[in-house]
């Protein structure tokens, strides 16, 4: 069993971590593109290939967009006669697009948008759906919907609902579990941990990580976990709201705890990381499981304290002594504990409801670095904390209270010129902050000074520099995973590179001046 720690001290701890937001500073400016109600609920925000803002509107059931410069918001499609939404947790989730969109927004090849969200066919639903993007009119065409995959059961709270397109082309996407074994969810069972039995069932996707081909259908390199190849990426998942791809090819993810332990992972095939049995770290620290729903005529009486659990709570470490696969997470949000919080309310405990999660890779913010920005709920803050070299963990561990407000933070979007983010709220506002203090600049170059055409490309790319650029650098180009495909010294101006060996999919391209990375762009390999 685990100790108790009174709400008071608690409350004392969180008080005394509180920081000055960066954003209050003189190097930052804070403006609202657009004010509470504005939007209706919206859920997921993008900088879109159009360069506009892309909005979901989980209960307006709209896509809109907004300009980064502000004004009105503009009606991209409307899904009110298709998304059910009746709760907290459900309507029009998230979304992606194709990377041949971004690459030309006037394409007419793969000029796709993905969107997730939630019907109604004899209870809730999951469906993916595929529309077309008209650069002539700037928005989807309502008749181009493909249904990718549905039929998956949803729920009205701890959906997760999250996609995102990785550099390997196929769809990422996060299901909670449903938030059972809690309230009045108390009877129900957490499935995280069961897999399916065969490719075609779809039951227990509860507490999953997906990974589909761009047809809905199972990618045949997907793990083979129990015996069978589905669409389970990962498991052991309790609310996975947040979700981004660096450029190194890694996926990370934010993950709400319950009492303790919100979770920043590195998302990685065939891993089980942990819910229910585990809670962050395999540290015995402020978590044991009770099973409520294994106890029927006691379920009704739930109570969120492990000494009053029916029967033996299930220690930490006696799960991960049979989970050979386990995956820690690589941070907590400073919300472990050593012991198990208290309260009648969440906002005595030291979990922050992480909303979301995006990668800062722009170069110009001084001491940022590749940092990760997490948007929350429950403290009304985003966080910044910053990766080391290889992105497989935090650089420190510690969490920059980035801004703050009594909003609670949805999403964030991080603009292409390196020094502007944008949020949205559950209050339906739109936020710009801008860093307006001295830029990072590389005297050498700037982005734009080098150019790698043609893009998408087949079987050759070209580097060409800058007319006044005359140094050499050297190339490095990684894969999907991270795994160096090809390196490269000393290039020159207009170097071209043989490219024909490389599969189809999306190549990371970096640039070095001796052992200084100076830049990383994306390919994508197509024939």
């Not at 400016?29 to 939007?39: F, G, P, R």
């Not at 997906?210 to 069978?228: A, E, M, Y």
Request: proline content about 5%; overall charge negative.
């Amino acid at each position: 069993m685990k100790n108790i720690i009174l709400p008071i001290v608690l409350f004392l701890v969180n008080i005394g971590m509180s920081q000055t937001p960066i954003t209050s500073g003189t190097d930052w400016t804070v403006t609202n593109l657009a004010n509470n109600d504005a939007l209706l609920k919206p859920n997921t925000i993008l900088y879109g290939p159009d360069g506009y803002l892309w909005i979901t509107e989980r209960v307006g059931k709209k896509l809109v967009k907004i300009s980064p410069s502000g004004g009105a918001k503009i009606e991209m499609l409307d899904l009110s006669g298709l998304v059910y939404q009746s709760s907290g947790q459900d309507g029009l989730l998230g979304m992606t697009v194709h990377p041949d969109l971004y690459a030309d927004v006037n394409t007419t090849t793969n000029n796709y948008l993905y969107l997730l969200y939630t019907y109604n066919s004899s209870g809730a639903k999951f469906r993916i759906a595929r529309y077309t993007y008209n650069a002539a009119t700037g928005k989807l065409d309502s008749g181009s919907a493909t249904t990718i995959i549905d039929g998956i059961e949803a729920s009205n709270d701890h959906n997760s609902g999250k996609i995102v397109m990785g550099p390997d082309l196929k769809l990422y996407w996060t299901i909670g579990e449903f938030a059972n074994n809690r309230g009045s969810k108390a009877c129900f069972e957490i499935r995280a941990q069961y897999l399916p039995t065969s490719p075609s069932d779809y039951s227990d996707y509860k507490g999953k990580m997906l990974r589909l081909n761009l047809d809905g259908s199972i990618p045949s390199d997907n793990p083979i976990l129990n015996g069978v190849i589905s669409h389970v990426f990962s498991y052991g998942h309790r609310n996975a709201q947040g979700l981004v791809f660096g450029s190194n090819g890694k996926l990370y993810s934010s993950e709400h705890g319950d009492k303790t332990d919100d979770e920043i992972n590195i998302i990685e095939s065939g891993k089980n990381y942990g819910w229910p049995l585990i809670a962050g770290y395999n540290d015995d620290s402020g978590y044991a499981y009770c099973n409520w729903s294994s106890y029927p005529a006691s379920c009704g009486s739930y109570s969120n304290l492990i000494d009053n659990c029916p029967g033996p709570a299930i220690e930490e470490s006696t799960s991960a002594a049979s989970m050979p696969n386990f995956m820690p997470p690589i941070g907590t949000l400073d919300s472990t504990l050593a012991t198990e919080p208290t309260g009648g309310t969440s906002s005595t405990w030291p979990t922050v409801a992480p909303a979301s999660i995006d990668i800062y890779e722009g170069g110009k913010i001084p001491d940022w670095g590749v940092s990760l920005l997490v948007p929350t709920l429950k403290a009304g803050k985003i966080f910044r904390t910053k990766l080391n070299a290889d992105g497989t963990a935090l650089e420190d561990g510690t969490y920059e209270e980035f801004h703050s407000s009594s909003d609670r933070f949805r999403d964030v979007a991080i603009d292409p010129d390196g020094i502007t983010i944008y949020t949205i709220t559950d209050a339906g506002a739109l936020v710009k902050l801008q860093f307006v203090g001295t830029p990072l600049s590389h005297s050498k170059f700037e982005t734009n000074t080098i150019s790698i055409i043609p893009n998408p490309a087949s079987n050759e790319i070209r580097l060409s520099f800058n007319a006044n650029f005359k140094d050499t650098l050297d190339v490095v180009i990684v894969d999907a995973y991270g795994r160096k495909i090809k390196e490269i010294q000393k290039i020159t101006n207009n170097y071209s590179v043989d490219t024909s060996k490389f599969s189809n999919g999306i190549y990371f391209v970096s640039l070095l001046d001796g052992d200084k990375k100076m830049m990383t762009k994306k390919i994508i390999i197509q024939r």
